[in-house]
């Protein structure tokens, strides 16, 4: 269905067409050797993104500009947007952050299942373990199974991994919000 304009507004596909649209082109690049490695994205083997998957598995980043983000050491941190600020921050030695968060270890945990989960591989219960020093059925047992009950999330004990389903997929801000 084609994208129009109608009385000054975008007119959208319905629902379901988008869902057929979806599983079309998710069909075809599958087909064309891609793999759905995160949520929304594809790529080739060995051509994911290393920028976007750092973010998703909770790893440090510098953000260097105006606007930009960065994470340290538990702390996001964002940068001031305007350009004349920046420079004149930077000239004085002053700080160039407009916003700084420091996640507390629940906040880290929480964080860390939703944007794993984010990925094909999904949730690693030994490296949540082995980055928190707690099992993750202690902190999110009762979310977990609530997920697993509803068929939105697979817990592979064989494997020690945690992922979205198919439908999961779908609903993945439902299953998020089960972590917030």
Known sequence: MPFYLKSGFLSLCDEDTEY???ELLQN????????????????KAGFEAIHNTNYWKQEE???FGVHSSSYILGTRYKNIDSIEKYIE???????????????????LMKEYVMLNLRLSSGVNINSF?????????????VEIKKLVDLELITDDKLNNTIYLTKRGAEVANIV???FV
């Open 28 to 43: 075809y690049l599958k087909k064309s050797g891609f793999n759905k490695y995160e949520i929304s994205n594809f790529a």
């Open 176 to 178: 998020f919000q089960e």
């Open 89 to 107: 921050n930077i000239t004085n030695g002053n700080d160039i952050s407009c916003e700084k968060v420091h996640l507390d270890k629940l906040d």
């Open 129 to 141: 373990y082995n980055k928190f020093s707690t099992s993750i059925y202690d902190v999110f047992g």
């Open 20 to 22: 057929q649209m979806r």
């Open 61 to 63: 980043y510098i953000g």
